[in-house]
């Protein structure tokens, strides 16, 4: 099963190379593998229908990773939407795709490496690799959906369907480590054999369910579907119809039979569901563009979907996998025949097209067959699945069953109302408006149009043959009585109440059709103070603009500012640590050695006039005569090696000040001679503040330095080994010992590090010599020729 | 047994205030010096850590038990050396950054106080859904059968 996946994705790969040759050709070859992979799905009909097709490939041992396939009656369902639809819509593609297209390239190769990924996704039997293909899913859908990023509409409607699916995915991911972890097992069958109980558990199902409901495009997540028909027709065909949006509902199938006694799982997934049948079904009443009307009849059709597919209930998921066929092979001809109406008339608008049924009757045909699938006509698929859905929940009774029942038989009336809307729309004479003068649609367009909806005629007037896909499936819940475990589709199973609700919803449709002026008016007259397009839009411009103010406050760009959070943050942290950890060394004496005092008098002062001081030249002898002082101290601790050093770096430093300080104004706060920029006098609260911190963080170094220093215990333990063998590295002064034999590589670092600065420093240096020579009166700026005399 | 006096305490508490003092300021020689200062107060630190005061350890001048601990004093000696270095490149890039821009004051990044006033990150969505849609309908069977790029390109002016 991986090596199918692949196998997808790498001719997908090298798809670009045959476009150049032939776009046609390029779709021809893409519609090779879906095509072989429903060949190959029928080959394995009895292992997916008895104890299921099982492969693993271990992904990495270490991490107790794996790869889990299995092939059973779902997805052998859901092979025959993403293979068998999947070819004939790259089929499709080859003639709706003119010859010379410039999107068909990346067309052909986005769609066969999305039918990898959704065959990848229909297969997992383990939660991870599930959640790879999804993911993987949600791209294909986005580079889809963006096209070439051209146009406005593509890109918004790219992002919104990436947002959303992404948003649903990453918190799946997380339901899914609660409850992997929680069963112990990420493999589907394992946990649903033995779902987890718990907290965690439930939180992760609940998780997981936010992704599905995402992808599934429930409400109030469902705007980015109908946004996504901003792509090219046999795309919304294929991902936005026939397979990918129903990845959510497949993952509610997968999951349900562990879970769907739970409330947390069950309640969202009826009462989300029903209204999503319910508002998807109003929109697609009022919908003047073809299109969009079959998004919202998607939108509808998904929550029907998601009712089923929850329901746990053994006639109910009978309902649940036949309606998923059903909705497959009649919504993806529903798409090809608008694609083909938008190709010969040029438009899609209700409003435009009149006459078309008589001028193109095979096309209207085929139409009819799969709007009457939808609308749930006898003798095809979709009446098959809605009586058993109907059944289902008359059958269970009780609040919960005839609130459902109800609801589904509401969300019923409306579907055959825009599927009538849909047949009026398209091919209807309609008075007042020009009959249209269509094209003869290419025998390729039409050919895939009509094998999706003859294949729905067939189906569904032969119910065995549907019959022995979904009661494998249904198997997996347990009969509660002789009726669900007898219940098999049939055409008739006599005058019940059922049937009853099939001809109300028929009735109830065919009759809000008719009355579709006054409708319109009721639609009209209400008004949506709760639009989920406009409460998407408000949570993007709100994080946008959330995410803009608090990259201003806390990147305000200015260095005090950044190193006043940084010294707060020293004095926070290991600051009260060290007032709650930290004891005062008892034996603190005043004084070490009397010359301390006046040394560290003279170090203090020069340090505390060096913050008042004007001049630069000030500035640096006081530099000096600090540097000095230490120095001084170094030779009363007993350390004449770091007093020379001192003494000397002191020197040169002071050489180096005066060299610069040539060049610069006399004084901190005047700028070359154009007068004090406008924030340099500094504002006298704010030095106050920058005092202040500065003295508390400094008390705080100090003070740590004391405590940690009076916390140590034992002698130093290294140090009497390096006097020990100092005469061993043949010195006598022990430093020198250390530096030059010891820690020899240290002082080879430290060498480096001095060439570096000194290259650096000359470069610099001569960098400013360099401009000089080359400056000829022109070019450099004025200061320039200034300082450089 | 090892513990830094009052007096000592006192004079690494001013020098790592005023260091810090000065690095909080505008100026860039100040922040410098504040550098500088600092760097006096670390080494100062490290030497302190190393015991109260003792005989040099130098072999021969006095007995290895009256000899201040050596390690602290090799490792301080590298840092002076280090802060010398260091002096030095700020010090030439100081001077540089003068030579070429006329002031030796640290600016707030321009850049920064724009995004801060502006309302919106640049390229949002919620701009790019201002303004009127494109003539052409993406999801149009015409649109498939386009063979060239179209002229006019929304939102972000031509592309050629």
């Avoid at chain 1, 593509?154 to 649903?168: D, E, I, K, P, Y």
């Amino acid at each position: 099963m991986l090596a199918l996946v692949v196998a997808h994705l790498v001719v997908a790969a090298v798809l670009p190379l045959v476009s150049r040759r032939s776009r046609r050709a390029a779709f021809g070859v893409a519609a090779v593998l879906p095509a072989a992979t429903l060949v190959w799905g029928f080959a394995h009909l009895d292992a997916a229908l008895g104890p299921g097709l099982e492969e693993t490939v271990t992904w990495s041992a270490a991490l107790d990773l794996e790869l889990g396939f299995r092939l059973d009656a779902l997805g052998l369902v859901m092979i025959v939407l993403v293979g068998g639809l999947g070819a004939l819509i790259l089929a499709y593609s080859a003639w709706y795709f003119g010859k010379d297209s410039r999107d068909a390239p990346r067309n052909s190769a986005l769609l066969l490496a999305f039918a990898g990924a959704m065959l990848g996704l229909v297969l997992a039997d383990d939660l991870l690799t599930l959640y790879v293909f999804w993911e993987l899913t949600s791209i294909a859908s986005f580079l889809l959906v963006g096209q070439g990023g051209l146009h406005r509409a593509n890109r918004r409607a790219a992002v919104q369907a990436l947002l959303v699916t992404v948003f649903g995915g990453l918190a799946m991911l997380l339901g899914i480590v609660f409850v992997g972890e929680s069963a112990g097992t990420y493999r589907i069958s394992e946990i649903v054999a033995a779902p987890p109980p718990g907290g965690v558990a439930a939180t992760g199902v609940a998780l997981i369910l936010v992704g599905a409901l995402t992808k599934s495009a429930q409400a109030p997540f469902h705007p980015w579907l109908p946004a996504a028909m901003a792509a090219p027709t046999p795309v919304s065909a294929y991902l936005h119809a026939a397979s990918m949006v129903k990845a959510g509902v497949v993952l509610v199938g997968r999951l349900s039979p562990g879970f769907a006694d739970r409330a947390e799982w069950w309640v969202p997934i009826a009462v989300l569901g029903l209204v999503t049948m319910l508002i998807g079904g109003w929109r697609a009443l009022h919908e003047t563009d073809l299109k969009r009307l079959l998004a919202f009849g998607t939108v509808s059709q998904l929550g029907f979907l998601m009712v089923l597919f929850g329901s746990g209930d053994r006639i109910g998921e009978v309902a649940a996998l036949t309606m998923l066929l059903a909705h497959g092979l009649f919504k993806a001809p529903l798409f090809m025949v608008v694609g083909i109406v938008d190709k010969v008339t040029g438009t899609r608008e209700v409003g435009a097209l009149s006459g078309l049924g008589r001028r193109l009757p095979g096309l209207a045909v085929a139409a009819v067959l799969a709007a009457a699938s939808m609308a749930g006509v006898p003798f095809l698929l979709g009446f098959l699945g809605k009586e058993a859905a109907f059944e289902a929940f008359v059958h269970q009774g009780g609040a919960r069953g005839w609130v459902l029942a109800l609801g589904l038989l509401a969300g019923s009336v409306l579907t055959v109302a825009y599927s009538a809307r849909f047949l009026w729309g398209a091919f209807a004479d309609k008075p007042g408006v020009e009959p249209v003068d269509p094209r003869r649609p290419a025998a390729g367009l039409l050919a895939p149009t009509w094998t999706a909806a003859i294949a729905g005629l067939v189906l569904g007037s032969v119910p065995p043959l549907v019959n022995a896909l979904a009661q494998p499936y249904a198997e997996a819940y347990p009969a509660t009585d002789a009726t669900e475990a007898d219940y098999h589709l049939a055409l008739w199973h006599g005058l019940s109440l059922p049937l009853l609700f099939s001809v109300v919803a028929l009735a109830g449709g065919l009759a809000l059709h008719v009355g579709r002026d006054r409708i319109t008016g009721v639609h009209r007259a209400l008004r949506h103070p709760l639009s989920a397009q406009r409460g998407y839009e408000t949570a993007v411009a709100g994080l946008e603009r959330a995410a803009t103010q608090v990259t201003g406050r806390v990147q305000v760009g200015s260095l005090p500012v950044y190193l006043g959070v940084l010294l707060c943050t020293v004095l926070v942290l290991p600051g009260v640590a060290l007032v709650t950890g930290g004891t005062w060394p008892q034996d603190q004496s005043l004084v070490s050695s009397l010359l301390q005092l006046p040394l560290g008098l003279i170090v203090v002062a020069a340090a505390l006039a060096l913050t008042r001081v004007r001049r630069r030249f000030t500035a640096v002898l006081l530099v000096g005569a600090i540097g000095y002082g230490i120095g001084g101290l170094f030779v009363v601790d007993g350390a004449p090696d770091l007093a020379l050093a001192q003494f000397l770096v002191e020197t040169l430093t002071l050489v180096a000040f005066v060299f610069v300080l040539r060049r610069l104004p006399a004084h901190f706060d005047t700028q070359n001679g154009t007068g004090s920029s406008p924030d340099a006098k500094p504002h006298r609260g704010v030095q106050l503040r920058k005092a202040a911190l500065a003295t508390v963080t400094g008390v705080f170094v100090a003070v740590a330095g004391v405590v940690l220093t009076g916390a140590r215990q034992q002698p130093p333990a290294a140090s009497g080994e390096f006097v020990a063998r100092a005469p061993e590295a043949g010195a006598d002064n022990v430093i020198a010992a250390i530096l030059v034999d010891f820690r020899a590589l240290d002082t080879v670092g430290e060498i480096t590090v001095l060439l570096i600065a000194a290259a650096g420093t000359a470069s610099l240096v001569l960098a400013t010599r360099f401009d000089r020579k080359r400056e000829a009166g022109g070019g450099t700026p004025e200061h320039e020729r200034e300082v450089l005399g | 047994m090892i513990t830094i006096n009052v007096t000592m305490a006192v004079v690494l508490a001013v020098l790592y205030s005023v260091g810090f003092y000065l690095l909080l300021q505008r100026s860039l020689m100040r922040i410098l010096i504040g550098i500088v200062v600092l760097g006096h107060g670390a080494n100062l630190l490290l030497q302190l850590a190393g015991g109260p005061p003792a005989r040099a350890p130098v072999l021969g001048t006095a007995l290895p038990e009256e000899f201040a601990d050596p390690l602290p004093q090799a490792l301080a000696l590298t840092a002076i050396v280090i802060t010398f270095a260091l002096t030095t490149y700020l010090l030439a890039l100081g001077y540089r950054s003068w030579v070429l821009t006329g002031r030796d004051e640290v600016q707030d990044d321009l850049e920064d106080r724009r995004v801060a006033e502006r309302q919106r990150p640049e390229g949002s969505m919620e701009a790019d859904a201002e303004g009127p849609d494109d003539e052409e309908d993406p999801g149009s069977a015409a649109a498939s059968d386009r063979t060239d790029e179209p002229a006019e390109v929304s939102g972000s002016g031509a592309a050629r």
